[in-house]
C-alpha cells in the first residue's frame, strides 16, 4: 500500500497528526498494533487544560521529597526496582524544574497550551463531536491551606501573565457549584476555561472516523517493523502486507524512543504511570465537572464516577501495581456517595514524559522524512489537536501557528 505519509501510533496525538495532514491533501495511512485510542488516550481524565501553562514539576522542597519518598503516598509512588534506571531522568527533571528554568519553560509550553481548546472545537465541529467539549471547566479543591494558597498564587498568576481565567471559590462556593460534593475542603480553584469530555476515547474515534471520511486509511501492524526503504519508509501490516511511505511520524507514546532508537534517536523519555475505575453513585447524586483534589481526580464519565490516580514512577513493562487506588477509594466515599465499582480490575495507561516537561515535536535529528511528536506528560489530550497543527503545517511547509523551536527533537 502506498502513501505519502505513514502515522505511527493512534492515539490521540498520532490521530490528531494524521487527520490534519490528510485535510492538508496529504494520503495518509494510520497505523497502530491495537485499535485507536486504547492506551492512554483512552482512560485519562478528560480535561482539556487550558490552565496547563504550568507543567507539573519534580518537587524542590525537601520536606515535599521525603513525603513522597515513604513511597505511602496517595498522589506518586514508586517501584524501587525502577529507580536506577530511572535516575539520570529524574535528575534532569528536578533540574528543569529550578525557579530559573522552569519560568522559562512555561514561556515556551504557554503558546502551545492556550490553543488547546480552540483546535480540540475546530476538530470536534467538524467530525460532528461538538458537543462533547463541555466548557464547564474543572475544578482543583484543597483540604490543606498550604496548598490551596499555592493555587490561588498560580491562578493570579495564570491570569496576569497568560490570560487564563478562573473564579475562587470558598466552602459556599464549592458547594452551590458541586452541591452533592463533601469532604474538609477549604476552597477551590475553578479553571472555566477549560474543558471537559465524559469519554475521552470516544472523542479520539470522531476523530479517526473523520479521518477515514477523508480518504485516511486505518490499519494495523507493528511499528517496530520500520524500515527504510529509498528514501522513504516501509511498515509492516498485520494482515502480511505492507504500507510505503515517503514520510513516516512516530507518534507512539510511552513507546516512541523503542522505535527512533533505532534510527539514533535515544530522547529520555520516561513514564508515570496512572489508573482508573468506574463507581456508581447513590440515587440521584451528580458530580457535574471534573473535581481534582489533594491526591486523585473524580470526573464524571459516561461509564460512571471515574477516580483516576497521580504518577507512579515504574518499567513502563511492569506488571500493574494500583495501589494508589487502593488508598484513594477511602477517600473518594468519603467525598462522594459512591457504591460499587463498575469493573473488577482498574484500567492502567503511561503518561509519556521528558525530563523538561516539554513535548518532542519535529523532525528526527539525521533521518530524512522521519517526523516525532510525543511526550506530552499530563496534557496529551488536550495538545492533540494543535500538535497535530502544528506538525502537519511543518511537514507541509506552511507557516506554523506556534514557534516549534522549543520542541525540537535535537535538544536532547
Ligand atoms: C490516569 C491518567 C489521566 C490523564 N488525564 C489527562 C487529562 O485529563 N488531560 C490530558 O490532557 N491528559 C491526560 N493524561 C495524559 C494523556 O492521556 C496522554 O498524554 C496522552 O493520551 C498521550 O497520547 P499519545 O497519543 O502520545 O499516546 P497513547 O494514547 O498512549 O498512544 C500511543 C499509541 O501507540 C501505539 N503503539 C505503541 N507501540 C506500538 C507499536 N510497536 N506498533 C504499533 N502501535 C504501537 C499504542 O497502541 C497506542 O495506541 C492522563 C493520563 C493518565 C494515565
Not at 114 to 124: D, F, K, S
Not at 231 to 255: H, Q
Not at 300 to 326: I, W
Request: with cysteine; charged share 20%.
Amino acid at each position: 500500500m502506498q502513501a505519502d505519509v505513514v502515522v505511527l501510533g493512534a492515539g490521540m496525538i498520532g490521530v490528531s497528526i494524521a487527520l490534519h495532514l490528510q485535510k492538508r491533501g496529504r494520503h495518509v495511512v494510520l497505523l497502530d498494533r491495537r485499535q485507536p485510542a486504547e492506551e492512554a488516550s483512552y482512560g485519562n481524565g478528560g480535561v482539556v487544560h487550558r490552565e496547563g501553562v504550568f507543567p507539573y514539576t519534580f518537587p524542590r522542597d525537601l520536606s515535599e521529597v521525603l513525603r513522597i519518598a515513604n513511597n505511602r503516598q496517595v498522589d506518586a509512588v514508586y517501584h524501587l526496582t525502577a529507580l536506577p534506571g530511572l535516575a539520570g531522568r529524574l535528575f534532569r527533571y528536578w533540574w528543569h524544574s529550578s525557579p530559573s528554568r522552569y519560568a522559562a519553560i512555561t514561556r515556551e509550553y504557554a503558546p502551545l497550551i492556550a490553543g488547546c481548546v480552540q483546535e480540540h472545537r475546530v476538530l470536534a465541529r467538524e467530525a460532528g463531536s461538538a458537543d462533547m467539549l463541555r466548557p464547564v471547566g474543572y475544578l482543583r479543591a484543597h483540604t490543606k491551606a498550604r496548598q490551596l494558597e499555592l493555587e490561588l498564587a498560580k491562578a493570579a498568576k495564570a491570569k496576569s501573565e497568560f490570560g487564563v481565567n478562573y473564579t475562587a471559590l470558598d466552602r459556599a462556593g464549592i458547594r452551590q457549584t458541586e452541591p452533592h460534593l463533601e469532604g474538609p475542603f477549604l476552597g477551590a480553584v475553578h479553571w472555566v476555561d477549560s474543558n471537559a469530555v465524559n469519554d475521552p476515547q470516544a472523542l479520539a474515534l470522531s476523530y479517526v472516523a473523520l479521518f477515514q471520511r477523508l480518504g485516511g486509511m486505518f490499519v494495523t501492524g507493528d511499528a517496530g517493523t520500520l524500515a527504510r526503504q529509498g528514501a522513504g519508509w516501509r511498515v509492516a501490516t498485520a494482515d502480511g502486507g505492507s504500507v510505503e511511505a515517503a514520510e513516516a511520524v512516530v507518534a507512539l507514546g510511552i513507546w516512541s524512543d523503542r522505535v527512533t532508537r533505532r534510527f539514533g534517536y535515544a530522547p529520555p523519555l520516561f513514564g508515570k504511570r496512572g489508573y482508573h475505575l468506574h463507581y456508581r453513585m447513590n440515587g440521584n447524586a451528580f458530580l457535574s465537572r471534573p473535581v481534582v483534589t489533594d491526591s486523585f481526580l473524580l470526573a464524571p464519565m459516561r461509564a460512571g464516577l471515574r477516580v483516576t490516580t497521580g504518577a507512579e514512577f515504574a518499567r513502563p513493562d511492569a506488571p500493574p501495581t494500583p495501589v494508589q487506588l487502593r488508598r484513594a477509594e477511602p477517600i473518594a466515599r468519603s467525598y462522594l456517595p459512591l457504591t460499587e465499582a463498575i469493573e473488577a480490575e482498574p484500567w492502567m495507561g503511561i503518561r509519556p514524559c521528558l525530563p523538561d516537561m516539554t513535548p518532542v515535536i519535529g523532525p528526527v535529528p539525521a533521518q530524512p522524512g522521519l517526523w516525532a511528536a510525543f511526550g506530552h506528560a499530563h496534557h496529551g489530550f488536550t495538545l492533540g489537536p494543535i500538535t497535530g497543527r502544528l506538525l502537519a503545517e511543518m511537514m507541509t511547509g506552511d507557516t506554523p501557528l506556534v514557534d516549534p523551536t522549543p520542541f525540537r527533537a535535537d535538544r536532547f
